[in-house]
Structure formats: C-alpha cells, structure tokens
T-cell receptor, first 111, second 115 residues
Framework: SQQGEEDPQALSIQEGENATMNCSYK?????LQWYRQNSGRGLVHLIL?????REKHSGRLRVTLDTSKKSSSLLITASRAADTASYFC???????????FGKGTTLSVSS | DTGVSQDPRHKITKRGQNVTFRCDPI?????LYWYRQTLGQGPEFLTY????????KSRLLSDRFSAERPKGSFSTLEIQRTEQGDSAMYLC?????????????FGSGTRLTVV
C-alpha cells in the first residue's frame, strides 16, 4: 500500500528556478523522508524530518512538515539540470516499521 | 564498504520459472528491506528483516515469494512459478535501526522481466 501522495505528478522548470513538491499522508508518523531516484536506478536519501520538527534545511533543499494537515513540502532552490529525477516522500509509521512511499513527482529541469 | 549490492542487475525469465535475487547490505546495518517498483510508481514494501528475523511481510508477498537473511548478513528473495505480473524492479535497502538521520541506503535494484 502507498500512504503518501505527491503533487504535482510531473513538474517542468528552467535551470535556476525553484521547484516545490508536496506530499500528503494519511496516518501518524515518526518521521517523513524524501528520496531522489534517477531513471532506472536505486533511490538516494535526501533529508529526514521528524514529527516534532517543522522545517529543515540541507544545502539547496528545504523541507517543511505540518502534522496537523498531514502534509510536507520539498523545495529545491536554484535548480540545475542534474536535479532532473523522480522525487518520493516516505513516511515511517509510529511502530518504527518499514517506510511507506508515495507515487512520486517527476522533475524535469531544462537548461 | 561500497554500499548495498544487488545481483543480478537484470533477469529475464520465462513464465513459470523460479528466480532468486541476492542483496548484500552495508555490513554495519542491522535492518534489510525488500521493495518492488513498477513503472511510474513508488516502491511498494514487501518485507523486512532485523538481523536474521523477518519482522514484517506485506500482503503483496504471496506464497510464491520467500525471503531469507541467514546469519543476519546477505538476503535472498525467491519468486517461484513466476507470472507476468511479477515483472518489476526489485529494490533492496538497508539501515541502522529506525528513525535514522541517514535514512535507507538502496541498491541499484534487480529488474525482472517475465516473458
């Protein structure tokens, strides 16, 4: 089953622009994580935000979490062509069992 | 340690055949996960191990699927009597405990095509 729903499903922007992806989920969580997947490859962990945190930064990434709305957003600033990939949010249930992934947002950055 | 390794990278098999995939996690990681991913979808959870114990199995894991992690090291995922619907990317990941800052480390996956 998939808990997260990313929005939009696809996003096309120009290099230098910011990209914002949203994730909504249904049940309580320990933490929410974002992963990137280049075509045909495995996923790469980007950032983790715990349920008691509201915002986190890592380089050009900014993640927010609103547990009252059960939603998160990932902002990539000053995007580059190399950011072209699929981005997935994943939630960890309170029992600490395996991550549940959403369907992903496909980001295309053109130069 | 070069990360999570999966073997083979690609597997083409005829319907009805059995296949086995192998995953070698990062040696310090005590948790190992199997996911399945079809085109345009996110990874779907199959099963996970903590050390050698299989702690959870998804409803997706029918009785044709079996996974092992002997001695808490590498893991194998076997699919018996493969069906065309089993065609997918099978992803393995490992982690050290839960709520870990570094999240999961994924392998590059095994792409299965059932013809």
């Amino acid at each position: 089953s998939q808990q997260g729903e990313e929005d939009p499903q696809a996003l096309s922007i120009q290099e230098g622009e910011n990209a914002t992806m949203n994730c909504s989920y249904k049940t309580s969580i320990n933490n929410l994580q974002w992963y990137r997947q280049n075509s045909g490859r495995g996923l790469v962990h980007l950032i983790l935000i715990r349920s008691n945190e509201r915002e986190k930064h890592s380089g050009r990434l900014r993640v927010t979490l609103d547990t009252s709305k059960k939603s998160s957003s990932l902002l990539i600033t000053a995007s580059r062509a190399a950011d072209t990939a699929s981005y997935f949010c994943a939630t960890e249930p309170p029992a600490g069992t395996a991550l549940i992934f959403g369907k992903g947002t496909t980001l295309s950055v053109s130069s | 340690d070069t990360g999570v390794s999966q073997d083979p990278r690609h597997k083409i098999t005829k319907r009805g055949q059995n296949v086995t995939f192998r995953c070698d996690p990062i040696s310090e990681h005590n948790r190992l996960y199997w996911y399945r991913q079809t085109l345009g979808q996110g990874p779907e959870f199959l099963t996970y191990f903590q050390n050698e114990a299989q702690l959870e199995k998804s409803r997706l894991l029918s009785d044709r699927f079996s996974a092992e992690r002997p001695k808490g090291s590498f893991s194998t995922l076997e699919i018996q009597r493969t069906e065309q619907g089993d065609s997918a990317m099978y992803l393995c990941a490992s982690s050290f405990g839960v709520a870990n800052f570094y999240g999961y480390t994924f392998g590059s996956g095994t792409r299965l095509t059932v013809v």
